[in-house]
T-cell receptor
């Protein structure tokens, strides 16, 4: 079973600041997904990364997959209050439909 | 709106009881996944069904069982409930090797 460690656990920043959250494992992932979960709702997929070294951008969010496919980061530029939520990374093993989730980073962006 | 419907939204019951949680997947999705989310354990995969058949099993207790019906809706049955079973239970559909899982809004189960 892959164990995903996310850091930091909690992050509280002012609107307009930049931030980076991390997802690490000792195992190699075949793919990695990032989800955002808002209170009272289920997680919503933000991005899937597959290739080592891959960088994907989604507006102010930049996702990076490590070269060795063991770690990933999510960078948010000029954070907005609407970015507030729980950010979860999830990994799938080779040939597996099952996702293992990290415990998440709870982000609060203060206006 | 993810297209995944879970009922009920909230459930309050007592220890030792049995409850059934229901999930209707997105139209066209054959896979249903069940997860448990608690503050200390995070989002834990319980079980997956694909077109009526069990496909993968995670950290699901023997007191818990699930099934997927011919119309593709799924039910998660939790029995002999304990205080520690209090959690959010999510259903997701879709998935596939690289595809997104679409989550419902969950059922909040509180055991008193």
């Amino acid at each position: 079973t892959q164990l995903l460690e996310q850091s930091p656990q909690f992050l509280s920043i002012q609107e307009g600041e930049n931030l980076t959250v991390y997802c690490n494992s000792s195992s190699v992932f075949s793919s990695l997904q990032w989800y955002r979960q808002e209170p009272g709702e289920g997680p919503v997929l933000l991005v899937t990364v597959v290739t080592g070294g891959e960088v994907k951008k989604l507006k102010r969010l930049t996702f990076q997959f490590g070269d060795a496919r063991k770690d990933s980061s999510l960078h948010i530029t000029a954070a907005q209050p609407g970015d507030t939520g729980l950010y979860l990374c999830a990994a799938g093993g080779a040939g597996s439909y099952q996702l293992t989730f990290g415990k998440g980073t709870k982000l609060s962006v203060i206006p | 709106d993810s297209g995944v419907t879970q009922t009920p939204k909230h459930l309050i019951t007592a220890t030792g009881q049995r409850v059934t949680l229901r999930c209707s997947p997105r139209s066209g999705d054959l896979s249903v996944y069940w997860y448990q989310q608690s503050l200390d354990q995070g989002l834990q995969f319980l079980i997956q069904y694909y077109n009526g058949e069990e496909r993968a099993k995670g950290n699901i207790l023997e007191r818990f069982s699930a099934q997927q019906f011919p119309d593709l809706h799924s039910e998660l049955n939790l029995s002999s409930l304990e205080l520690g079973d209090s959690a959010l239970y999510f259903c997701a559909s879709g998935g596939g090797l690289l595809g997104p899982q679409h989550f419902g809004d969950g059922t909040r189960l509180s055991i008193l």
